[in-house]
């Protein structure tokens, strides 16, 4: 009892509110506390593995940033007083504002319980101000650095792996010297050489339109509506078509293609193929 009888109205409601921050700190504030802590311990783990001078840039930026953090604790703390002051001030004025609306009216002192409400709400202001302007240079000074020690651990990944110190692993690969032409027929085709294109990035393309036109008794003939191929002499001729079946059609375009040239090499890519 003592405890309510030596507490303002206004600060046990300000109490009472405060319960969400609590709440906000424990359910929010911890987790990511937390999760930040694993995050940087694994990688700097990662980092220490691969380069040392990597990781020596990471745990000096994470010490700068936590040591920028904590400069800015106590004053955050201070503020967060007198706002508590304030703000318990402030619930105590509306509760007697509004429970002794009558006896204002009859002593008349609205003009000054008006001031007491301004004067109030100016003190607030001003604690937002400060909280403002220190969360401000809290955050920038905290992303300064931050960003610092991207761009210098950015650089210096770079330059490592330009200079071999650093790789995820190397292979050998073949590569061709040949001339490359990657044919294919509309439209049927275009996905799986737009795959093979993705592959010899380099290669010319040739092109060829083609259709069946069917007889009354269902027979059909493959004919050829436009073909655009560049040179075909002495390179490697690449025909992609996802289906054969007859062949009929692959066929009749290769001997449509090689009137710009006879290649050197002839190759047909097909997914599913009869056997025969």
């Known amino acids: 009892m003592h405890f309510f009888d030596s507490k303002l109205v206004g600060d046990l409601i300000q109490r009472i509110n405060d319960h969400e921050r609590i709440e906000s700190f424990l359910t929010r504030t911890v ?5 930040s802590v694993l995050t940087i311990f694994v990688f700097g783990i990662i980092l220490f593995l691969y ?5 020596a840039i990471m745990l000096v930026g994470s010490v700068l940033y936590v040591i920028w953090i904590s400069l800015f604790m106590k004053k955050r703390a201070e503020l967060d007083h007198k706002n508590f002051a304030v703000m318990a001030t402030y619930e105590s004025d509306i509760i007697e504002l509004i429970q002794g609306m009558q006896e204002i009216k009859l002593t008349g002192s609205e003009q000054q319980k008006r001031w007491r409400w301004e004067s109030v709400q100016a003190n607030i202001f001003r604690i937002k101000l400060q909280s403002l302007s220190l969360e401000q240079w809290q955050h920038v000074g905290s992303v300064f650095i931050n960003e610092t020690k991207n761009i210098l651990i950015t ?6 792996v330009i200079n071999g110190d650093i790789t995820l692993g190397s292979v050998e690969i073949n590569l061709t010297n040949a001339e490359i032409v990657l044919a ?13 294109l993705n592959i010899f990035d380099k290669a010319e393309n040739a092109f060829v339109s083609a259709y069946r036109k069917y007889d009354r008794d269902n027979s059909f003939k493959v004919k050829i509506e436009y073909i655009s191929s560049p040179s075909l002499d002495n390179k490697t001729l690449i025909i992609s078509d996802p289906m054969l079946a007859t062949g009929a059609s692959m066929h009749l375009v290769y001997r449509s293609l090689i009137e710009n040239g006879i290649p050197e090499h002839t190759h047909i890519v097909s997914i599913i193929a009869s056997k025969e």
């Open 184 to 196: 294919t027929i509309l439209r049927a085709g275009l996905p799986l050489h737009q795959g093979m």
């Open 31 to 35: 987790l990511n506390s937390l999760f």
């Open 155 to 160: 650089i210096l990944s770079a330059a490592s």
């Open 51 to 55: 380069n040392v001078k990597i990781f």
